[in-house]
């Protein structure tokens, strides 16, 4: 009986060492920041009920990304030096007649919609 329990005492701390080890990382794998890698994600549209287009910034260009379940393709990569940055085309889009095109405008045409 003693044994048993020093058994089942021994295998608690160890799930408890464990959970307590995972919990650690989690929190110090944030510490570094959303931006640290250089990737950051500026818009998204779902093109379907597990499909979705994601435009992302790496470094100096803009990569827009079709992504699905088990599937990633890039679609477009846009020179960073004269991209357009999304909230600026939002801006934009309702103030002129010749506005820049909305990232929805942009997407169906790449797709040839």
Same mark, same amino acid.
């Given at each position: 009986?003693?044994?048993? @329990?020093?058994?089942? !005492?021994?295998?608690? @701390?160890?799930?408890?060492?464990? !959970? ?6 989690? =929190?110090?794998?944030?510490? %570094?920041?959303?931006? /640290?890698?250089?990737?950051? +994600?500026?818009?998204?549209? %779902?093109?379907?009920?597990?499909? =979705? /287009? +994601?435009? !992302? =910034? +790496?470094?100096? &260009?803009?990569? !827009? ?11 477009? +990569?846009? $020179?960073?030096?004269? /991209?357009?940055?999304?909230? $600026?085309? /939002?801006?934009?889009?309702? %103030? %002129?007649?010749?506005? =820049?095109?909305? &990232? *929805?405008?942009?997407?169906? *045409?790449?797709?040839? *919609?």
């Amino acid at each position: 009986m003693a044994g048993t @329990l020093r058994v089942t !005492l021994a295998m608690l @701390l160890v799930l408890g060492a464990l !959970l307590t080890a995972a919990w650690f990382a989690r =929190r110090v794998r944030g510490v %570094s920041g959303p931006n /640290a890698t250089g990737l950051t +994600v500026l818009a998204q549209v %779902s093109l379907g009920t597990r499909e =979705r /287009a +994601v435009l !992302l =910034r +790496v470094g100096a &260009f803009q990569v !827009l990304v079709g992504v699905a379940p088990g599937n990633v393709r890039t679609l477009h +990569v846009i $020179d960073g030096v004269a /991209a357009p940055d999304v909230a $600026d085309v /939002a801006g934009v889009a309702g %103030s %002129s007649e010749t506005a =820049r095109p909305t &990232f *929805k405008s942009m997407l169906m *045409k790449s797709l040839g *919609k």
